[in-house]
């Protein structure tokens, strides 16, 4: 039985000018100590999905789901206080801005012991040792004493650290990292990511990473999700992925890499994330996709199975057929790259 | 890991500024007493005479005992100088000092003040709080428009129609005054609620306390609609944080995020506003107390202008000014222990 099984979720937010989508139809399967890499360009809805699983979406957006379950527990049903009950405790989260997402009224050792307090059951002392030895866990020196320190005291890289603290403290089954490493220094990014993948392995504790670097991916995922305006394009194994990518718009972001970069200047996508209003009847990718046709322009493409994981496209790149039918359907594909 | 720290030094160059700050404002304080009150036709002499009227060579006399037929720079340079002495004068009318006045009446002042702005914070801070989370809700707009009503609305009116409501219709509480007639009880604090308690008399107690009631809700309003306002727009700003966004994903519960992680940072602009209330409250004491006969520190005050009691009326603003502005410095002073990012650490 897999640990978190998300099926057909849907998130939404009324707007002014209408509906906004920002998850459309994102199902989902992650077993225990499995590493997901969820990539996107910004506002293509990974943190949303992930925010709607921890039951964090913002009044007024609406979530819709067929299938929400972690470790055979249905989290549609449940109450909400016995959704917090998992929430901090089983699954747990870490974001961007690891400054900004400590409360700076508080001392760390404050935030730190309340999860424990709250879970656990812990009295103050129990908690204070464990906060110390959380602290160690995560590479703070000076352990004990940080503990009366407040966020605006610590480095950026400190305060991640306090915060995977903060997370990891009541030994999740899953963790979900949104962009941990965005805010930092490279080399402190590196000593984050080592850090969240040595936890990870010797908890055996499934991680979800939610990044736009397909660097950090290549380093720490086994499976990895390539998300667009609020759809998954690809999913598959990290290897698979990287060695061929199936999906153009995978293909797009890899070839954008500078370690993957021919000749002198980097490759980029041409044109914008589809907004509110400019949302293509087609396939989403299709106005920004070199290999459009006119029946990609038109027709929304299902995310089905292929060559061992999943693709959401027409013509995959590892399609035998793939030119055939692209003649068939009338290439616009010079008219996109022109 | 270096950490922010401020240094004694800091501290006291932080306050030797606001100090210094206060002299100008002093010398304006004297200088704006001084001349307004003397703009005022009439003089303490002509009112103490009254209808009778006084003959002139009567008054020329009495004019040049008190002092006050000399220029009025030459008037205006023996205050300052007596000030600088530490004394702020005698009453014309009572011949008492000032400074025994004061000290005589403004406990009665800082109680009512006290209840006002408790009866301000109880209500104002969960108005507020409500009001934010549920925004755009029926109570948030219902909270909001009676805020800005009790703050538009002229204390002098919503004095006399409470009055005229709850004491004169229907009779709960007393008209004026702070206690009834029937006791009498010995000032050991100067505070009624207190001092009641020590006479072990239950009905002077009650007594006390239902004379309060109407004077703090009057001079309690227009606090209350600026914490609550102020509440709200703090909460709301705060719990758009990601740092409760932190806290929700703990799995703490909806009202330890709010109460806890959002209100101690949303009490942090709310605290400032609070100083500030201890000007709003002085004045708004001058109306309260004059309509519900508060033997206070503002009925004194307005008598004194009636009086043309110069020296009263200049050496209580002296005095008030004094105390907003102490107030306000130790609010500036105690942010720290609110806000610790502004905490003068060692």
Known sequence: MALLEIENLSVEFPTQGGIMRAVDDVSLKLDEGEVLGVVGESGSGKSVTMLALMGLIPFPGRVKAKKLSFNGRDLLSMSDRERRKLTGKDVAMIFQEPTTSLNPCFTIGFQLTETLRLHEGMDRKAARRRAIELLEQVGIPSAESRLSAYPHQLSGGMNQRVMIAMAIACNPKLLIADEPTTALDVT????????????????????????????????????????????????????????????????????????RSEGGRLATIPGVVPGLYDRPRGCLFSPRCAYATEHSRNVRPDLRDWAGGKVRCHYPLGDPNRDAAMKADHPLGTEAAS | MPLRLFSIQDMLRFILTRVSLVIPTFIGITLLAFFLI???????IETMAGERGIDVARHEQLKKDFGLDKPLIVQYGYYVERVLHGDLGKSIVTRESVLTEFQSLFPATVELAICAIIFALLLGIPAGIVAAVRRNSIFDHGVMGISLTGYSMPIFWWGLILILVFSVQIGWTPVSGRIDVLYYVEPVTGFLLIDTLFTEDEGAFLSALGHLILPTIVLGTQPLATIARMTRSAMLEVLGEDYIRTAKAKGLSRFRVVGLHALRNALIPVVTVIGLQVGVLFTGAILTETIFSWPGIGKWLIEAIFRRDYPVLQGGLLLVGAIVMSVNLIVDLTYGLINPRIRHNR
Do not use: C, W
Not at chain 1, 213 to 228: D, H
């Open chain 1, 188 to 259: 402190i990014q590196a000593q984050i990511l080592d850090l969240l993948m040595t936890l990870q392995k010797e908890r055996n504790m499934a991680l979800v990473m939610i990044t736009h670097n397909m660097g950090v991916v290549a380093e720490t995922a086994q499976r990895v999700m390539v998300m667009y305006a609020g759809q998954i394009m690809e999913e598959r194994s990290a290897t698979d992925l990287f060695a061929s990518p199936q999906h153009p718009y995978t293909a797009a972001l890899l070839s954008a890499l500078p370690e």
């Open chain 2, 38 to 44: 003397r703009l005022v036709p009439g003089d303490p």
